[in-house]
């Protein structure tokens, strides 16, 4: 069972919810979070990989291309790889927790998890950087 969480309405149970999710131990946000994520799961529609370019993001450092639309880091190269791809293929597990694979361009690595994560942990860092304008 889903709820509406956006409805506005005082009198609804999602507004109610997200007014008082601080008194909701996570145990039990966490069980309705994992029902709703597998409610909405769609079924595998094959492998999505995305290739990142290290040397790329470097460069576009030192040339000092911070904005949205002129840099190439990491975070960006990402996005422009999956936005076009539709919701349902990153609403499918591909492998565990995965929904897509990572490569570095011209490194070398199989990617048994440690190469995604080091992808994720790249992309989450050039989201946050200070010097990367998003909007």
Not at 36 to 50: D, F, L, R, V, Y
């Amino acid at each position: 069972f889903l709820l509406d969480f956006t409805c506005d309405d005082i009198q609804s149970i999602g507004k109610w919810l997200r007014l008082h999710s601080y008194m909701i131990y996570k145990k039990i946000k966490n069980k309705f979070l994992t029902l709703a994520i597998e409610k909405t799961q769609s079924p595998s529609e094959g492998s999505t990989t995305i290739s990142l370019d290290n040397f790329l993001a470097s460069r576009s450092s030192q040339l000092g291309e911070n904005s949205v639309t002129n840099s190439r880091n990491i975070f960006v190269q990402a996005f422009r790889m999956l936005n076009h791809k539709p919701s349902e293929v990153l609403r499918s597990k591909l492998d565990g927790d995965r929904v897509f694979q990572v490569t570095f361009k011209g490194e070398s690595g199989s990617d048994a998890g440690g190469v995604f994560r080091e992808g994720m942990s790249r992309i989450v860092e050039d989201l946050f950087d200070t010097h990367f304008e998003l909007g």
